[in-house]
């Protein structure tokens, strides 16, 4: 084989490899989750700017939220890889199955992390004095399902600080409206993570860890889980009130309370098949929404 074939054959080989890890790294990340926080991202700009933010916010918003939720994602799956070893729904994780070495992981974590101080920095002194709580609240999730069973309010705060991190870039402060659309994420991901949880509700109880439906049962779990979308709209209603938003924007919240209601319908305690469905496309379709109402009633 001549020499020139056989450096284009090997740098072919590479790139092909190459893009395979990068596949592997994004479904680690679940890339396609981020679906249910930019929304919530951009409404918090929106929101603060009161119309369009610069340019030069949404790049840093969006870059800092996508090396958030990659952070977030990879230390998850570092910490927990010997518990995932053992859920038959989670043995095939990249970090699991060897397809990510828990060295490389911890690699993307750092970066991940270095990205995300960049965009703080970036952006103003008061995002990057935010930094370090944002950091602990990532770090801290993942152990929390160890003992206590508001672990799906710790992922709440996690998904929250984007609302609040989007409008302290264009603000460079938290004002209540961001703190109302904050909470109503904790809310809304407390809600949506007690019925995802309910997938591995067994699995929970025999290997002690802290869930709430592995605490309280399915039943009283789904009950659990309305109070907090109770909240989440009750959040998002008082929002109406801190604002310039109208018409519009109830018109979204009335479509909101009817996807909870959906959402809720799903799933009975004689039957949770339908978790994953409630967990991935109705609530992709809430936050749209969401996004969709605050933009449209700002705009026109």
């Known amino acids: ?26 479904e680690m990340v ?14 918090g700009a929106i929101l603060a700017s009161d119309g369009f933010p610069s340019l030069w916010v949404l790049f840093w918003i969006t870059l800092g939220l996508f090396s958030a939720r990659s ?15 053992l859920n038959p729904r989670t043995r095939e994780r990249a970090i699991v199955t060897g397809a990510l070495t828990p060295g490389e992981v911890k690699v993307i974590i750092a970066i991940s992390l270095l990205v995300l101080l960049l965009c ?50 264009v603000k460079a402060s938290l004002d209540v409206p961001a ?3 904050a909470l109503s994420v904790v809310a809304w991901v407390a809600g949506f993570d007690i019925i995802y949880a309910l997938q591995d509700i067994e699995f929970d109880r025999k290997h002690r860890l802290f869930s709430i439906p592995a605490i309280f049962g399915v039943k009283k779990s789904l009950i659990i889980s309305s109070f907090f979308h109770s909240l989440m709209f009750i959040f998002l209603f008082a929002l109406y009130f801190v604002t ?24 009975s305690p004689e039957n949770i098949s339908r978790a994953g469905v409630a967990f991935f496309n109705i609530n992709a379709a809430i936050s749209f929404v969401l996004f969709l109402a605050i933009a449209l009633d700002i705009f026109l």
């Open 120 to 169: 703080a920095a970036m952006l103003n002194t008061f995002t990057l004095e935010l930094y370090p709580l944002a950091v602990a609240i990532i770090w801290l999730y993942p152990y929390t399902k160890r003992f206590t069973w508001l672990s799906h309010v710790a992922l709440g705060f996690a998904l929250g600080m984007a609302p609040a991190g989007a409008w302290a870039a």
């Open 71 to 85: 952070a977030a994602m990879s230390l998850n799956r570092l910490i927990d890889r010997n518990i995932d070893a």
């Open 179 to 181: 703190i109302l659309l």
């Open 244 to 267: 310039s938003l109208g018409g519009i924007y109830l018109l979204g919240l009335a479509v909101i309370a009817f996807l909870l209601f959906y959402e809720h319908r799903l799933i």
């Open 30 to 43: 679940k890339i396609e989750h981020t679906l249910f926080a930019m929304p919530f991202l951009y409404s």
């Open 1 to 26: 084989m001549p020499e020139s074939i056989r450096k284009s054959y090997i740098i072919l080989l590479n790139t092909i490899l190459m893009l395979h890890k990068l596949k592997v790294i994004l």
